[in-house]
């Protein structure tokens, strides 16, 4: 099961880096290390992605300012064991898709 999972993670691991760098071409701030809190980096990747996908569908807007406009807002705190909780909530839920793909893995063939 582990060697399924690992196989589609890693084709899907293609596609995100992809998308990531469609991501960093357009929004400099994805390029500098991060120095925010781990929940306000997981909004700021969301929120590249819906300007991202507004700019693909419409354009530049007057109501979505320009980059160099941008002001950062004041910083917040995470609580470090939030990171800890994150990761073995992370590590149940892979081990448990992995299980599923394993699993289903005769009726997924082609």
Same mark, same amino acid.
């Given at each position: 099961?582990r060697?399924l %999972?690992?196989?589609?993670?890693?084709? +899907?691991?293609?596609?995100i880096?992809?998308? %990531?760098?469609? +991501?960093?071409?357009? %929004?400099?701030? +994805?390029y500098?290390?991060?120095f925010h809190?781990?929940?306000?980096?997981?909004? &700021?990747? &969301?929120?590249?992605?819906?300007?991202?996908?507004?700019? +693909?569908? %419409?354009?530049?807007?007057?109501h979505?300012?320009?980059?160099?406009?941008? !002001?950062?807002?004041d910083? $917040?705190?995470d $609580?470090?064991? $939030?990171?800890?909780?994150?990761?073995r909530?992370?590590?149940?839920? !892979?081990?448990?898709?992995?299980? $599923?793909?394993?699993?289903?893995r005769?009726?997924? !063939?082609?």
């Open positions: 099961s060697e %999972f690992n196989l589609r993670h890693s084709s +899907l691991r293609v596609t880096e992809r998308a %990531f760098g469609a +991501l960093k071409n357009s %929004f400099k701030i +994805l500098s290390k991060p809190p781990y929940k306000t980096q997981v909004k &700021l990747v &969301l929120a590249c992605c819906i300007l991202h996908n507004w700019i +693909l569908q %419409f354009g530049n807007d007057q979505v300012p320009l980059e160099a406009e941008w !002001r950062a807002n910083r $917040d705190e $609580d470090p064991g $939030d990171i800890e909780e994150d990761n909530g992370m590590a149940q839920i !892979r081990d448990d898709i992995a299980t $599923d793909m394993w699993n289903n005769e009726s997924s !063939r082609i």
